[in-house]
């Protein structure tokens, strides 16, 4: 591919995070590929197909899921987060292909971001709430 042929390529960015996972998301016009830190998609995700839905919810949701390919660089976290963290990447790369694909996409809740994480351990406590066992006497 000449270097005149690729920047006539549209590539729409989008980045999702959930708990201590980041997924960077690529957009390509294409046939509805997933291809997740250089494995096909299902492989990575297990062949969970409530994962594989998930991550393709937003494409499904305005009827694109065969035009464009999803390329993914993944990492931190588990399978779990790492699937929401590309289903919110997709879906804020969709916001940039086009601005009007914003509304359908926050009505269904696409493009919010889940902020819970694991909460922090205090010193004196023996996990984040759990405390030692109270003895009267």
């Known amino acids: 591919m000449t270097q005149a042929a690729s920047s006539q390529r549209a590539v729409y960015w989008g980045t999702g995070r959930r708990k201590t996972a980041v997924a960077r998301v690529r957009l390509v016009p294409g046939t509805g590929k997933l291809i997740i830190n250089d494995r096909p998609g299902d492989q990575y995700l297990q062949y969970q197909e409530a994962l594989l839905a998930s991550v393709k919810a937003p494409l499904e949701l305005l009827g694109l899921e ?21 289903k919110l990447g997709v879906a804020r790369a969709l ?3 086009d601005p009007a694909n914003r509304g ?14 694991v909460e922090r351990k205090k010193y004196g406590l023996r996990k984040a709430r759990k405390a030692p066992q109270y003895s009267k006497r």
């Open 95 to 97: 916001c940039e292909v």
């Open 104 to 117: 359908p996409l926050k009505t269904e809740g696409y493009l919010k971001r889940d902020p819970r994480a």
């Open 66 to 86: 065969n035009s464009y390919d999803i390329l993914v660089r993944a990492h931190g976290g588990g399978v779990h987060g790492q699937a929401d963290a590309i």
